[in-house]
């Protein structure tokens, strides 16, 4: 059976899940918030201790205006009606990417990592605003700026994920096979699942049948 630490998601089809059901694409972000609480709720009763969460890529920017401002209004309400009960529940928040939203978002944020970074059941990586691709320039160029000598290690040392373990199991959801500049060097040994469904009609059970499936996989690591 194959330990598993880290699952990564791609939270995909909340727009057209809501344009498909309710003629509005904000609408399918608000059920689709419904649908991360009860996969937090699995990954701890599943006992895996890192959750990473791709929430808002730097290519999503180019989206309406108006669904980009529904999103970081959906977003900062959860941090302020949840956060007292994310911590309660001993999870800690990391936010990986870049954090240039509005000062209210911003220190939101700041809060919420400082609220729970000594917890210890499960930390979930929150990735906003992020660019795998951003992400490993501007870790060659800290390399450079320090006279680091480049090799595995020391990029592994300044990428936003530094001291977290790579991914087992990325599940991309929305019927979508693609990794859209998600991260591209973690994920260099990940077990992958694309699933049809889209997000806000993942399930536990979803997830669970996923769990079951890796933990039966040969994984090489480029052995036979």
Not at 180 to 204: G, H, V
Request: glycine share 4%; hydrophobic share 40%.
């Amino acid at each position: 059976m194959n330990p598993l630490n880290h699952v990564a998601i791609i939270m995909d089809g909340n727009g057209r899940w809501g344009l498909k059901y309710k003629n509005s694409r904000n609408a399918g972000h608000k059920v689709g918030l419904k649908t991360v609480e009860k996969i937090i709720k699995e990954t701890i009763r599943q006992k895996i201790n890192f959750l990473t969460l791709y929430a808002f890529s730097t290519e999503n920017w180019k989206r309406p205006k108006k669904e980009i401002n529904y999103l970081f209004n959906l977003l900062e309400s959860f941090l302020i009606k949840r956060i007292d009960q994310l911590h309660a529940q001993n999870i800690k928040i990391k936010i990986i990417g870049i954090k240039n939203f509005s000062k209210k978002l911003n220190n939101l944020l700041i809060n919420a990592e400082k609220k729970t970074f000594k917890n210890k059941t499960l930390q979930i990586n929150l990735a906003l605003n992020y660019g795998s691709k951003k992400e490993l320039i501007n870790a060659i160029k800290k390399l450079n700026k320090n006279k680091k000598k480049i090799n595995e290690i020391n990029i592994n040392k300044y990428l936003q994920t530094n001291g977290i373990p790579d991914p087992e199991i990325l599940i991309r959801t929305g019927n979508t096979n693609r990794l859209s500049n998600f991260l591209l060097w973690q994920l260099a040994y990940t077990e992958i699942f694309f699933e049809k469904k889209l997000w806000p009609d993942f399930t536990e059970d979803d997830f669970k049948k996923i769990i079951k499936k890796f933990k039966i996989i040969k994984r090489n690591f480029g052995n036979i």
